[in-house]
């Protein structure tokens, strides 16, 4: 094959690439768009009801993880919803990430610095959060991890390890904590609290949609929001 029709060639499959891209991310658009249903419902999220923002948030997280099942979660989706909701995304996904880190460090007697870091560390990766919001068990070992972290920093801040000269204790107590044993014995005491909280919050949930399954078991994990985005696509009401 001649190098002119090889470039040629070249071209043409980028240009066909970039336009199956840019139909992609339309459709995407489209679908987050659906769920929203206005950029003044995004701007105003926390003026709409308690419902309404429950509706679209499990609805927008349900998107997100079948986007990424179906290999098309990237940057652009991260910068459209930055785009409609501001700066307020992350407080957007904390409307349902408080209230469950709420109920599960009370169900165990903890909180303050404990919920604090919880729910920024669980409302920065609403990917990580709406993959385990497909089952009990996901939920509870995102709990054990994000727990175990706090723990660490914890231990970190109240003895003031800082400083080249106490990095061997950091690391000592970062192997402890962080050790696989430990994050699943966190699990196993955390289980029945977090399973029940997420049976609870799929018999909340059917209030509010129409399409939910309680099997906690099953494969659409919290009321079936997970089941190949279909109920993502809904508009709300």
Same mark, same amino acid.
């Given at each position: 094959?001649?190098?002119?029709?090889?470039?040629?060639?070249?071209?043409?499959?980028?240009?066909?690439?970039?336009e199956?891209?840019?139909?992609?991310?339309?459709?995407?658009?489209?679908?987050?768009?659906?769920?929203?249903?206005?950029?003044?419902?995004?701007?105003?999220?926390?003026?709409?009801?308690?419902e309404?923002?429950?509706?679209?948030?499990?609805?927008?997280?349900a998107?997100?993880?079948?986007?990424?099942e179906q290999?098309?979660?990237?940057?652009?989706?991260?910068?459209?919803?930055?785009?409609?909701?501001?700066?307020?995304?992350?407080?957007?996904?904390?409307?349902?990430?408080?209230?469950?880190?709420?109920?599960i460090?009370?169900s165990?007697?903890?909180?303050?610095?404990?919920?604090?870091?919880?729910?920024?560390?669980?409302?920065?990766?609403?990917? @990580?959060?709406? #993959?385990?919001? =497909? *089952?009990? %068990?996901?939920?509870?070992?995102?709990?054990?991890?994000? +727990?175990?972290?706090?723990i660490?920093?914890?231990?970190?801040?109240?003895?003031?390890?800082?400083?080249?000269?106490?990095?061997?204790?950091?690391?000592?107590l970062?192997?402890v904590? @962080?050790?696989t #044993?430990?994050? =699943? *014995?966190l %699990?196993?005491?955390?289980?029945?609290?977090?399973?029940? +909280?997420?049976?609870?919050?799929?018999?909340?949930a059917?209030?509010?949609?129409?399409?939910?399954?309680?099997d906690v078991?099953?494969?659409?994990g919290?009321?079936?929001?997970?089941?190949?985005?279909?109920?993502?696509?809904?508009?709300?009401?």
């Amino acid at each position: 094959m001649k190098l002119n029709v090889k470039i040629k060639k070249s071209i043409i499959e980028t240009k066909e690439k970039k336009e199956k891209l840019l139909i992609e991310q339309k459709l995407v658009e489209s679908r987050i768009m659906m769920i929203v249903e206005s950029e003044s419902n995004a701007k105003n999220f926390h003026r709409l009801s308690e419902e309404k923002q429950q509706k679209i948030m499990y609805s927008l997280l349900a998107e997100i993880n079948y986007l990424d099942e179906q290999g098309m979660l990237n940057e652009q989706l991260w910068d459209f919803l930055g785009k409609i909701f501001g700066k307020s995304f992350g407080s957007a996904v904390e409307t349902i990430v408080e209230p469950l880190v709420n109920s599960i460090l009370s169900s165990i007697g903890l909180g303050g610095y404990f919920k604090s870091f919880l729910v920024s560390l669980i409302t920065t990766n609403p990917l @990580e959060l709406s #993959k385990a919001l =497909k *089952s009990c %068990e996901a939920l509870t070992a995102l709990i054990a991890k994000s +727990l175990s972290e706090a723990i660490f920093m914890m231990i970190q801040n109240d003895k003031g390890l800082s400083g080249s000269g106490y990095t061997f204790i950091r690391n000592a107590l970062g192997g402890v904590i @962080e050790d696989t #044993k430990f994050i =699943k *014995s966190l %699990e196993q005491q955390l289980s029945s609290v977090v399973c029940k +909280l997420f049976g609870d919050m799929n018999n909340k949930a059917s209030g509010v949609y129409n399409k939910l399954k309680t099997d906690v078991s099953g494969s659409g994990g919290l009321g079936g929001l997970l089941d190949k985005g279909k109920s993502a696509i809904t508009p709300a009401v």
